[in-house]
Every structure is written in structure tokens, then in C-alpha cells.
């Protein structure tokens, strides 16, 4: 297909409890096999936006104007079980805490191997070694050792590839990555977002990564859209918004990296005396 | 100039909780006015090393040296006029830690200086002199910390240890709960803190946190020092494959100063080396 397979237009959101407009015009399209960064902190309403595209908007938070669609789909008028068929096959996600989306009393080779056997009607055997090539594909270095561990003996890390790997088994075409590598060490985020560039290029996997670190999207996505408070305060290729941010609040987040972070040492040209 | 014995020396230390050993032969120096970055990711034993500074830990072996007193060989009795003395600082992640939630800020910020022996009238001066230092307003005294910003509470947090004009300030984490635009406030502050010669210690697990603030930079790793080196060293120059692949992941604005490739190798790397 040659159109976005995630496109968001004019996304407004409002808590009818309050009257108030907790996102406001939200517009982006990720192309197929792209790479899309949204940037913005809590309250920015990336998750809210996130959670709009998955179909898992929380009660009573509505869409009130705007549309999303998928793989050329408008997806307003889809009911709950519409969405359900949707979810896994067509979009996917992974978020912050991956010990959330895993029951801890089970193997964790059956909990992957259950979205298969369920998702593609694949038989037990089918399955098993389905979910072993997946732990494979997410880069787990003993996928026979990891199918018989519980979710407490693993990593902060391997359980976050474990859920990647739950993501992607259906062979969805967009895979949203919201704050996925937040709670985790600097290397392992590292081993993270690598993960998923591979994935993007060894499959075709588009991904939108939303985080709060404008340099973990620049590490990934070719663009970018700044959100504050609700809107796009900022969007444009990566490359122009790091090197001429045009939003106060996106020069800030460049400008911390530049003054206080490894950039400082790196790009001596971007330098500034004080 | 006559050569100056540092104002913290840290030598073979050694931790041990049980039968674990938190840290091996850990050695840190840092001199007068001098800003080291304390560099580790979980399980490297930078939480351990800050609290054997502090006096938290008993250490099996070594010692810890602060403006000429050995402090591991203190008694209870002598940490806590030591204490008293306020001599050495410490500012935690979370600032809710240091702050009674019962007491204005300001009352918690003269606490020291109350138990010093000033006088009412001089700790009230001192705090609002402080306040004015970490860029707050001398009427936020009379607030309580659940009035305040997390930003505020930790430039709330930050006052109180200069109140008594430390030599030394231990950060753990100071900025890594924050925002950004209370990320770079805190980060301003103790710019101007090192600037105006107080030592600073920089704990955390994010290079790129702390690169730009720091004269120097210990990298630590499953509880021993892998390299020590002046920042702009760690970063362009890294030797130890561990600090490679720490300044390799740790996200920039600037892409392409390590591949994914080479990251790849570095970890293959560590396995081997262990």
C-alpha cells in the first residue's frame, strides 16, 4: 500500500467530567515501514493520543473531533470486538512497565505462544516453535531457557524484548513504542532501540516512538513531532528540529542536551560559551 | 602552589551485604571545588559507594576520607557531630526524603543551622539567602513541600544542603524524576554551585545527565571503577569496552558516534570478559 499506515487528523480528546480539552488538533501520518518520533512529557497527551490509535482510550475521555486511521481504514465507527481484530494483527504496542502485560503465574513461553494460538489459530506445536523464533527475533539469547522462565526471573530488559516480542507476533505493520525504554538502565535502552531498528529494517516494521527524551527519537526516527499541553508545538524531518527548533520549549530540550549532555563534547561546533 | 590533599579520598573499598560483595576495591578522589560524575547502571554499586560516603554502610575494608578526617573510622557519636558540621551534603532523587511534609520548607531548611546553635533571626536570614541562590523566591519559605512543584522541592532540597555551606555536595539522582525545564533549572544551580568552588559528587546512571557539569568521570561497573578520566576523555576517548558501550548508548542529538554494530560487538565483549 502506498498511503500512511497510521494517519491522525485533527485529534481532539476532552474529559466530560471537566469540559476540558486534553488534546487539541493532534495531526501526523507514519508511512509504511517508517519511523515517527512524538515527543512530550506527561501531560502532553502522547499517551492519550497513543491510546486513541490502540483503540484503549479510558472511559469516559472521547474523542470529540478528528479521525484515525489505519492501513486506510477510519477507525470511528469500529465496536470493541472490531478493534480487538485490529489490535496485534494491524497495530501493536509496547509501554513503560512490561511486567504489566505479562501474568506473572505463568511461563512465558506459553503467554507469547497463547497471542499465536489464539491470533493465527495455530496449533500447539505450530506455537511453541513459533514463539521460539520470536524470542529469537528479539534478540534473547537462550529462547528455550527463557520459554520455561516465569516473568520474575527475567530482566527489566528481557522482559521488555519478551513483549516486543508478544507485539509483533501477529505481524502487525505499525508498532508503537510509548516511553518502552524509560525505566530501563542506559545500556539496555540502548539494546532496546537497536532492537527496534532492526525490526523496522529487517521487516518493515513502522514505528512510532514516543518518549520524553528527544534524543532517544532522534537515535530512531527521521521524524518528529514536538506535543505540549495537547498540541504539536513542533514537527519537521529530525534533522531540522535538532539542528534549528523553532519552539521555545523544543530549543529548550535541545539546548539542555547541548549545554549538559554528551553533545556538549561531541558536536563542539554547537558549543556556546556559559 | 603547594599540592592540596583532596577533599574526599576514597580507597580500596570494599562493600559487602551477606555474601554479596556490593564493591571491590573502589577508589574516588575529588579535590577542592572539583565536579566528579559518579557513573553506574543497576548492580554497578554507585548507590552503595554513595552510601558508605555518607555513613550509611559500614565498609569491610578500605576507608573514606573527608576534609582530612577518616570518617570510616568515626563513631556513631562522631558522625553525628560531623554531621552537624556540615561540612559534607546530600541531595537524594527524591527530595520528599530530606523535607518533613509537617514543616513549612523554610523550617526545613533552617533545621541545620537551628542545630548548629544560630540564632532564629540568622536562620531565617541564611534561608532566604539560599532560597534566592537556587532561583526560588524567599516567600516560598512558609510553603509546605506538597505546595510546591517537584522542581521546586528539589531546588527546595538542594537549599538545605548549601544552608550550611558544605565543602562537599553528594547528588544521587538529582535531576532524573524531573521535567526538563526543572531538569536545566537544577542543572543552572549547580552550575553556579561548582562555579562558585563547592565540590560536587554527580551519582547517577546517565552519562548524558551529568557529562556537561563534570570535571571528571568515574565509570562504575558490577561494583568496581573501570576507568576515571576527565569528562571530554570518557566521552570521545572511552577505553574500557564497558565505558565505550555506556557513552555508545547513551542517547545524543548527534547520531554516529557508535553504530549499532560496534555496540553489538562491545556486548558480545563484556559477556566474554565477564
Known amino acids: 500500500m502506498t498511503g500512511p499506515v497510521l494517519s491522525v487528523d485533527d485529534l481532539h480528546i476532552s474529559d466530560p467530567r471537566s469540559g476540558t480539552e486534553l488534546v487539541r488538533g493532534v495531526s501526523f501520518d507514519v508511512p509504511a515501514g517508517g519511523a515517527l518520533g512524538i515527543v512530550g512529557e506527561s501531560g502532553s497527551g502522547k499517551t492519550l493520543t497513543c491510546r486513541t490509535a490502540l483503540g484503549i482510550l479510558p472511559a469516559p475521555l472521547r474523542v470529540t473531533r478528528g479521525t484515525v486511521t489505519l492501513l486506510g481504514e477510519d477507525t470511528a465507527g469500529l465496536t470493541e470486538r472490531g478493534w480487538r481484530e485490529l489490535r496485534g494483527r494491524e497495530i501493536g504496542a509496547v509501554f513503560q512497565d512490561p511486567g504489566a502485560f505479562l501474568n506473572p503465574s505463568l511461563r512465558i513461553g506459553s503467554q507469547v505462544a497463547e497471542v499465536l494460538r489464539v491470533g493465527k489459530r495455530l496449533g500447539r506445536r505450530a506455537a511453541k516453535a513459533e514463539a521460539l523464533r520470536l524470542l529469537d527475533a528479539v534478540h534473547l539469547r537462550d529462547p528455550e531457557r527463557v520459554y520455561r522462565q516465569y516473568p520474575h526471573e527475567l530482566s527489566g530488559g528481557m522482559l521488555q524484548r519478551v513483549v516486543i516480542a508478544a507485539a509483533i507476533a501477529l505481524d502487525p505493520q505499525v508498532l508503537i513504542a510509548d516511553e518502552a525504554t524509560t525505566a530501563l538502565d542506559v545500556t539496555v535502552q540502548a539494546e532496546i532501540l537497536d532492537l527496534l531498528a532492526d525490526l523496522q529494517e529487517r521487516t518493515g516494521l513502522a514505528l512510532v516512538v514516543v518518549s520524553h527524551d528527544l534524543a532517544v527519537v532522534a537515535q530512531l526516527c527521521t521524524e518528529v513531532v514536538v506535543l505540549r499541553r495537547g498540541e504539536v508545538v513542533e514537527r519537521g524531518a529530525t534533522d531540522a528540529v535538532l539542528h534549528a527548533p523553532q519552539h521555545p520549549y523544543t530549543r529548550l530540550l535541545v539546548d539542555e542536551h547541548n549545554r549538559y549532555g554528551l553533545d556538549r563534547y561531541l558536536a563542539p561546533e554547537l558549543e556556546h560559551a556559559g | ?274
Open chain 2, 1 to 274: 602552589m603547594p599540592a592540596e590533599p583532596p577533599l574526599l579520598q576514597v580507597t580500596d573499598l570494599d562493600v559487602r551485604y551477606g555474601r554479596t560483595t556490593a564493591l571491590a576495591g573502589a577508589a574516588l578522589t575529588v579535590h577542592r571545588g572539583e565536579t566528579v560524575g559518579v557513573i553506574g547502571e543497576t548492580g554497578s554499586g554507585k548507590s552503595t559507594l554513595a552510601r558508605a560516603v555518607v555513613g550509611l554502610v559500614a565498609p569491610a575494608a578500605g576507608t573514606v576520607t573527608i576534609a582530612g578526617e577518616e570518617v570510616t573510622a568515626f563513631s556513631r557519636r562522631q558522625w553525628r557531630a560531623f554531621r552537624r558540621r556540615g561540612v559534607a551534603q546530600y541531595v537524594f532523587q527524591d527530595p520528599l526524603r530530606s523535607l518533613d511534609p509537617h514543616l513549612p520548607v523554610g523550617a526545613s531548611i533552617a533545621e541545620p543551622l537551628l542545630l548548629q546553635g544560630r540564632s532564629r533571626a540568622d536562620a531565617d536570614a541564611a534561608v532566604r539567602a539560599v532560597l534566592t541562590r537556587v532561583h526560588l523566591t524567599a516567600d516560598l519559605a512558609d510553603r509546605y513541600p506538597a505546595e510546591l512543584s517537584g522542581g521546586q522541592r528539589q531546588r527546595v532540597a538542594v537549599a538545605r544542603a548549601l544552608v550550611t555551606d558544605p565543602q562537599l555536595v553528594v547528588l544521587d539522582e538529582p535531576v532524573s524524576a524531573l521535567d526538563a525545564a526543572n531538569r536545566v533549572r537544577v542543572l543552572e544551580v549547580l552550575t553556579e554551585l561548582r562555579e562558585a568552588g563547592t565540590a560536587l559528587v554527580f551519582i547517577s546512571h546517565d552519562l548524558g545527565s551529568v557529562a556537561g557539569i563534570s570535571d571528571r568521570v568515574t565509570v562504575l561497573h558490577r561494583g568496581a571503577v573501570v576507568e576515571t578520566a576527565p569528562t571530554r576523555a570518557i566521552v570521545t576517548a572511552p577505553q574500557h569496552p564497558y565505558t565505550r558501550l555506556l557513552v555508545g548508548s547513551a542517547p545524543t542529538l548527534t547520531t554516529g558516534a557508535v553504530d549499532r554494530e560496534t555496540r553489538a560487538e562491545l556486548r558480545r565483549q563484556l559477556l566474554t570478559v565477564g
